[in-house]
């Protein structure tokens, strides 16, 4: 009897669970994941490389089993879930940077993260969040935007030691265009629209959780909390750390191509920025890029010039220089030996061109002639302001070797006529 003998080995069968493909994350076993899924994502070490676009389809679909992962096979989504938070930079996230302001200042600041894209993507991608080893690589395609928090310096120690901290006041910084004029209070609002700054990943720095220190306004006033109510807490910054995070960027804008990077803006028009205290985390040495009106800051004095003043402006401290006129509030000394028209360096330590096309011909708008000249005695080119010095160098007999038309030519056209001079506001007693 078949049926009496399977119903006898069925009852005398042990019951088991067995082995199965399949695990459960949830207590009531409705969300599973594959063995073979979850082994396969924990021991890849590329979990943060988006396949989702490769030709290739088994990257693309990766053997993904329903039920232990969703269908987005997005790179924020893959990040988000499988790194650790200090290894990423998220939307909220806090990272530093270097910001310029008042077109010419270069100066510290903490951001708060509300964007992360790709570039030169098409579309471009936008992220939840990145991983921060690869945002600030040389060929990083990362641009990350952030608000500045407004950051007040405290005693952190309450006893007048000078150990400054820096706390976040629950406000972000606001800029006003590069190029925008003065505004009066009546157009401020409608001025005020750089809150959000945008920094090329090599400008970025992420700060980790152990970067980060929150207490409350009665931890840093140092006063009984209240009882009847919750505290809110707010982020602090040693003045250390901020020293750290300026030392490193300071070090990736030693390349032109990072420090051209740098965004600029005008003047603060809201927040406690840049921070400054007994200590200041602005740095001078930093020749701020050109903002997009095309003015940059001189080399020597730092105002800002526009390109076609550049001229005029860096002819007007060459002469000062040859005359031993001592220029006050100056960061850099115009070079000794031929001066570059442009930056004021030595020509063959700077990088820029004195291949211009400007006339040998003082006027209001253009007053200085400072243009290059090639020597009629040799195969050399000059600014006209460093011939008399080649001459003096080179052919010092100039004087009485040449013959006198020529002699005459060549003395007219490197001379300096008063004309020029005072167009170029330098006073009688700064003339020769």
Sequence with gaps: NAELALASEKAAHTESNGHSLWIDLTEDGRKKAHKKTILRTLMDPTFDINDNKSHDRLLRVRYYSIGGDSWDRTASTVYSKST??????KIQGLFASLVCFNGSKTSLAILQCTGIKIVNTHPITYLEAAPSAEISLPDTRYEITGQILSLVPFDESNNS?????????????AFDSAKAKQASAAELPSRMRHLSVTVDGRLVLPLKSSDLKELTLEEILNIPRPADKESEKTWVFSNEQLEVFGRILCERVTEDAVRMKIPVYGAVKDGRYPYEATISHCFNFIVAPAPKDGRRPCGVCLKNVAGSERQNHMGRHILLSQRGVIEPEIVMEVAKDYPCGFC??????????????????SSTTKPSTNAPLKCSLCTETHW?????????????????????????????????????????????????
Excluded: F
Aim: net charge negative; aromatic share 6%.
């Design 384 to 432: 006209k302001y460093n011939m008399p010095k080649h001459l003096q160098d080179r052919h010092p007999s100039w004087k009485v070797s040449v013959p006198l038309p020529d002699r005459d030519v060549l003395a007219s056209a490197i001379s300096i006529s008063q004309e020029e001079e005072a167009r170029m506001k330098i006073t009688h007693s700064q003339q020769e």
């Design 84 to 89: 650790s938070e200090d290894h990423l930079l």
């Design 161 to 173: 030691s000078g150990r400054i901290s820096w706390a976040w006041i629950a406000q972000y910084v």
């Design 344 to 361: 004021g360096k030595e020509m063959s330590e700077n990088g820029c061109s004195i291949s211009i096309a400007s006339a040998l011909k």
